[in-house]
């Protein structure tokens, strides 16, 4: 039986004692001192800070114990299976965290003389190279600091390309999928868009008709996962493409979804002229509990020159940094990327080669479906949209049934799989499923642990139907039981931190001060 | 029985289990699950990549490409501007390695994430402790992305669309703040700085500040280093006109200067990446985002925040992504940002640095670092033709080195001083062309007084010659 750490654990606020702390420095030189004598009277009185910052004080022991007992009190892909729908938790191979401690990356300054870095630069090439090859496209630029980050990047260059064009007055419209990712709309609307959605069919693909009557002459473009997010082929992607093409759109892939086809077929090759990476799902680097990750994109021909500056280039002899691009966006952060999420992500891709890359896909989309054609026999569970149609990466099953006849929900059923030591799905997403539970395996995990998965999903069904109190109590045995996300967020009882829980406690209780 | 390829990564790549899961679908080969796929679209040929290596193999060759860069344990390296060196102790390398932080997800199930949420949670709380604010969210993607968001923020709450911004500011993060403004329909202006000392002039704030302004935005330190000490002017002269006070910091300089919300800022933004992140070749990085208690403010704050409550029962406490309703994921396209996945492991690795140093770590190091910075501006200021600093200012860790007197650029002067295994801070002179020949240095706690000797003996060699 799983049972999760419960430590009980105060905050750091409430540990240590005054006096202790857990760092050390090196002794400055006489000279330095004599020279100097009190450097905070160089700060003029009024910028010196008088109050020392109210941060707790704990010895090094202290320290790593506190933080090891948060970590048990955590769920990662090491600790078991993590179906967590389009975030694709996939293994984090362990080699690459040793590769990314090399003092080579570690100690090196972005702006230092380009003869002194040939090494990462040479990484970051050859690895732009490679995601282009693997993408479709014709240039990647790695800059993007998550897959949303790319989609600003991505929605920024239509806005460039149609701007090139004097076009930009008109168009004025992104039309996403109702089965889209939040991300999408949201960079679409960050990028100055109106967004426009388009309905999905009965298969759950889009609505080709639907999009013919949103497309115009506003359209500045369509962003689109492939496999979408219900797992499914847009098949009519041909179509799709010109749909957008003739009308003067550009067409957006969103590569949250791109584990299922690596090696299999290409964004790019589909008509894709914007693509996005996610190294943190696709590329097998960690996803450190909300990142970093890496969100590299990669263009068409035409949308080369409107990517941000630096481009890391190589003359034959040197590689260097390329700014010389008048047509850029500019910046959209500091530096060149997340470059040690991209060493990671080249790590990853020598580590399995081309035949490797394949064989994730097909391990990946032979377990989807393998949990598919086990969880549809289950009962209360449903596949909606096109049953007969292949899933991908994932499957999204509903548990609209099981509500109706027993009052358990997606949600309790989550929480219920918490309690057998299992990560949730991905819960309520996309909003075009009721009860939506999205379901992504990945190639990660062994057919024992998908077993284990299918025969647990059967337990809380069973559970559901004789004893739905044991289902709408969980979970008991994590850390702690149901969280109150209501109180949370109340206005009279947020506490978005340490301090602000005080101030709220002591006008509670201001006796007890 | 064949043993065709199997890969560490993929337990079930091993032909039978294959052929087991094959017959439970009922295909008789996985490409029966592409057959949805058009055919004219499918790649029929290999991917162009390098043949895979073993783990072994994998380890030397990056090795041997990672060991042709020079690294500041190679040599003295004197640049900062952004993304700094500072020691990253043990512990925190440690901590950001526990596997079940590593690998997981955005804690979106709270009851077994409660680990992330705590630590997030308490880097939150140290933020604001550092800053003296009352809410910081748990990250965003760098400093420049984090200024991008705050004019975002800013023009939201005011419902005003200018952003007024210090001349002297990393042009990087000015660019990238462009981007994020221009769609927004937010415009940004400078403001010119005080010739002698780099002082924002307060003059010309007060002839652009209007009531078009959403925010007024300084940087302390500066980017070229030195304090800004008339902040309580520019905090008055910003909410006179109703307009938010944005101020861009450097976390380490706490321990030692006035936080920002004791001089009236309404949101407080800086790059965190000092806080126990290594420099990494530039990222990832940490961006800070913090403001005042006000509802007004926290509803159109980006990125994820994280709330202590309790559970239902009301027995315990526990930890939860709040006001969900802010982003992305609930909101779509009237999310007050897109982002997603953020910094939450720089974060978690910033928690555990402050929590090493706590306040008497903050000063010691903050003292430790001007000691070291100022004797370097000193010794450097002794050199025949170059003046240090060139802003008559107090300086942090950072400071201008102008050579214009010697008759060389400062790129010939590095292009020496290369070759003599050492590298010298970031040429500014084309950035700031009124500055002349100026670069801007960085001294922190990892430089030694043997670096600072041998830079200002090299210097003057090359000067001499």
């Given amino acids: 039986m799983f049972r999760q750490a419960r430590w009980d654990e105060p905050t750091v606020f409430e540990l240590g004692s005054p006096g202790r702390k857990g760092y050390t420095l090196p002794k400055l030189e006489k000279e330095i001192v004599e020279a100097i004598e009190n450097p905070e009277k160089i700060i003029p009185e009024k910028m010196r800070r008088k109050n020392p910052p109210k941060l707790p004080e704990l010895s090094e022991v202290e320290v790593a114990r506190h933080f090891t007992r948060l970590s048990q009190m955590n769920y990662g892909v090491d600790s078991g299976f993590y179906p967590l729908g389009s975030c694709t938790m996939k293994y984090n191979p362990k080699v690459n965290e040793t590769i990314v401690r090399h003092k080579g990356i570690a100690w090196t300054h972005p702006y230092q003389d380009e003869s002194t870095v040939q090494g990462i630069l040479e990484i970051l090439y050859k690895l732009s190279r490679w995601l282009a090859e693997i993408t479709g496209t014709k240039e990647v630029c790695l800059q993007p600091s998550a897959g949303a980050h790319g989609e600003l990047l991505g929605t920024l260059i239509m806005r460039a390309y149609h701007k090139f064009n004097g076009e930009d007055e008109k168009r004025r419209e992104i039309i996403v999928p109702d089965s889209a990712h939040g991300t999408n709309p949201a960079s679409a609307a960050m990028a100055g868009f109106e967004v426009v959605v388009a309905p999905s069919d009965k298969n759950g693909c889009v609505d080709i008709e639907a999009l013919k009557s949103v497309v115009s002459e506003r359209t500045a473009g369509l962003m689109l996962t492939n496999p979408n997010t219900l797992g499914i082929f847009e098949k009519n992607i041909e179509e799709i493409a010109k749909i957008v093409h003739e009308a003067g759109g550009l067409l957006y892939y969103d590569g949250a979804n791109l584990n299922a086809i690596l090696g299999k077929v290409r964004p790019g090759d589909m008509g894709f002229d914007i693509v996005h990476v996610n190294i943190h799902k696709t590329f097998g680097t960690p996803h450190g509990g909300g990142g970093p990750g890496a969100g590299p994109i990669g263009v068409c021909e035409k949308l080369e020159k409107f990517l941000p500056v630096p481009r890391i280039a190589f003359d034959g002899k040197q590689y260097y940094l390329d700014y010389d691009k008048p047509y850029s966006i500019g910046k959209i952060r500091g530096f060149y990327g997340n470059i040690a999420v991209l060493l990671k992500a080249y790590a990853y891709i020598l580590s399995l080669g081309a035949e490797g890359l394949e064989e994730i896909a097909e391990v990946a989309v032979l377990n989807a479906n393998y949990i598919t054609k086990k969880l549809a026999k289950i009962r209360g569970f449903k596949l909606p949209f096109n049953e007969s149609v292949p899933r991908k990466h994932e499957c999204v099953f509903s548990a609209k049934q099981l509500k109706k006849e027993t009052g358990i929900q997606a949600l309790n059923i989550a929480k219920r799989l918490l309690d057998y030591g299992m990560h949730a799905p991905t819960m309520y997403f996309p909003l075009i499923v009721e009860e939506a539970l999205m379901i992504e395996p990945t190639e990660s995990f062994e057919k024992e642990e998908l077993d284990k998965f299918i025969n647990l999903l059967k337990k809380i069904s069973e559970e559901s139907y004789a004893h739905p109190n044991m289902v709408l109590k969980a979970p008991s045995n994590t850390s702690i039981g149901r969280v109150d996300e209501v109180r949370a967020s109340h206005p009279r009882t947020m506490a978005l931190s340490w301090r602000m829980h005080l101030k709220k406690q002591n006008r509670e209780k201001p006796n007890l001060q | ?465």
């Avoid at chain 2, 909410?239 to 030692?256: E, M, Q, R, T």
Wanted: glycine fraction near 8%; proline fraction near 5%; aromatic fraction near 8%.
């Fill in chain 2, 1 to 465: 029985m064949t043993k065709a390829k199997t890969h560490p990564y993929i337990p079930n790549s091993v032909k039978e289990i294959k052929e087991e899961m094959m017959n439970e679908i009922g295909i008789k080969s996985i490409e029966e699950l592409y057959s949805d796929v058009p055919e004219k679209f499918r790649l029929r040929k290999k991917l162009d990549l390098p043949e895979a290596l073993s783990e072994l193999e994998l380890v030397k060759h990056i090795d041997k490409l990672l060991s042709k860069n020079k690294t500041f344990l190679d040599m003295p390296i004197f640049l900062g501007a952004g993304c700094w060196p500072h020691y990253v102790p043990a512990v925190v390398d440690y901590v950001i390695q526990r596997s079940e932080l590593l690998t997981s997800y955005t804690p979106y199930q709270p009851e077994i994430s409660q680990g992330m949420l705590q630590a997030l949670f308490e880097y939150q709380s140290m933020i604001c402790e550092l800053t003296e604010m009352e809410v910081a969210n748990c990250s965003m993607y760098d400093w420049a992305s984090a200024l991008g968001e705050a004019a975002r923020m800013a023009a939201r709450v005011t419902r005003r669309n200018e952003i007024l911004i210090p001349k002297i500011i990393h042009p990087e993060r000015k660019a990238t703040l462009e981007t994020y403004a221009e769609p927004a329909g937010i415009k940004v202006r400078t403001i010119d700085y005080e010739k002698e000392t780099g002082q924002l002039n307060l003059g010309d704030l007060e002839n652009k500040i209007s009531d078009e302004t959403a925010a007024v935005y300084i940087e302390n330190p500066s980017y070229l280093g030195f304090i800004e000490t008339q902040v309580d002017e520019i905090e008055k002269i910003a909410h006179k006109k109703n307009a938010l006070f944005i101020v861009g910091i450097d976390p380490i300089s706490l321990g030692v200067l006035r936080p920002p919300g004791e001089y009236g800022a309404d949101i407080v933004i800086g790059e965190g990446q000092p806080l126990g992140n290594p420099m990494n070749y530039g990222g990832p990085l940490l961006g800070i985002f913090a403001c005042r208690d006000d509802v007004r403010l926290i509803r159109q704050m980006p990125g994820r925040i994280i709330g202590m409550t309790r559970t239902v029962d009301g027995k315990q406490r526990g930890f939860c992504m709040v006001l969900q309703t802010r982003e992305q994921h609930i909101r779509r396209e009237k999310a007050t940002s897109n982002i997603c996945s953020n910094e939450a492991l720089c974060a978690v690795a910033a928690a555990v640095y402050m929590a090493m140093l706590g306040p008497e770590g903050f000063r010691e190091l903050g003292r430790h670092i001007m000691y070291k910075a100022n004797y370097a501006m000193k010794r450097l200021n002794e050199i025949e033709g170059v003046k240090c600093p060139v802003l008559n200012s107090a300086h942090f860790k950072e400071f201008t080195v102008n050579f214009s007197s010697t008759g060389k650029t400062v790129k010939e002067i590095h292009g020496e001083l290369l070759k003599m295994g050492i590298h010298g801070g970031k040429d500014v002179s084309r950035e700031f062309p009124e500055l002349g020949q100026t670069a801007l240095y960085c001294v922190t706690e990892i430089h030694s007084k043997e670096d600072i000797e041998r830079l200002v003996k090299s210097l003057t060699q090359i000067l001499e010659g």
